[in-house]
């Protein structure tokens, strides 16, 4: 069975702090997708990365990396020099190797970035 | 449309009341997902449609609820004798796809709408 895992229902933190969101998941499938999605207070999920099971290599996109770990099954998000405009919740969610496979989201972590 | 466009954003109804929650994806998407978001809940899934077909619709929490697809397009997931348990926030959205199975290409990436919120009182 396939399952995400995000343990931090809410993080709260000051502008300008670093700051990373886990993700833990667990499949038996050899090839499978792992994904983040944002949701800013206007409740539109919005996309941020797509990342293979072949591809252990970390990621970097502006203040936004993600560190991909099989041996610990772990997706994990950093948020370098956070901004008021980065609070939202943050779903990590994964999917199997086939194109009509549904993503299976985990519960989310709502991010709080005080000024 | 440039996005995935859901009606009605609000809808508060009675228990007992059937509901329908409408889902316009964007224009040539041929994969549409039904998710169901419920405070403090991640995102479950409900159904999927591959053009007007339902290959996956094990999420469907009971048979009060049923989706369909007409034209490739627009697609309608009706809530039949509403219970407060349905009340969340219903996100559609839709995603380019090969028509038929292909393994090793993962699920597309999902463009959301911005969901309908159904309050059962």
């Known amino acids: 069975a396939q399952k995400v895992t995000q343990a931090q229902t809410e993080i709260s933190v000051v502008e300008k702090e670093d700051v990373t969101l886990d993700c833990v998941y667990e499949?038996?499938?050899?090839?499978?997708?792992l994904f983040w999605y944002k949701q800013p207070p206007s409740g539109e999920l919005v996309f941020l990365i797509r990342?293979?099971?072949?591809?252990?290599q970390n990621e970097i996109s502006g203040r936004y990396s993600w560190n991909f770990q099989k041996s610990t099954s772990s997706f994990n998000f950093t948020i370098t020099a956070s901004q008021v405009v980065d609070s939202a919740v943050y779903f990590c969610?994964?999917?199997?190797?086939?194109?009509?496979?549904?993503?299976?989201f985990g519960t989310g972590t709502r991010l709080q970035v005080f000024p | 449309g440039a996005g995935v466009s859901q009606s009605p954003s609000n809808k508060v109804t009675e228990k007992g009341k059937d509901v329908e929650l409408r889902c316009d994806p964007i224009?040539?998407?041929?994969?549409l997902y039904w998710y169901r978001q419920s405070l403090g809940q991640g995102l479950e899934f409900l159904i999927y449609?591959?053009?007007?077909?339902?290959?996956?619709k094990s999420g469907l929490p009971s048979d009060r609820f049923s989706a369909e697809r007409t034209g490739g397009s627009v697609s309608t997931l009706t809530i039949q004798r509403t219970q407060q348990e349905d009340s969340a926030v219903y996100l559609c959205?839709?995603?380019?796809?090969?028509?038929?199975?292909?393994?090793?290409?993962?699920?597309?990436?999902?463009?959301f709408g911005a969901g309908s919120r159904l309050t059962v009182l």
């Open positions: 224009s040539g998407h041929t994969a």
């Open positions: 449609f591959q053009g007007n077909s339902a290959p996956d």
């Open positions: 990342r293979n099971s072949f591809d252990e």
């Open positions: 499949t038996r499938d050899t090839t499978y997708y």
């Open positions: 959205a839709s995603s380019t796809t090969y028509l038929g199975q292909r393994k090793g290409s993962g699920a597309n990436v999902l463009t």
């Open positions: 969610a994964l999917s199997g190797p086939y194109n009509t496979d549904k993503l299976i």
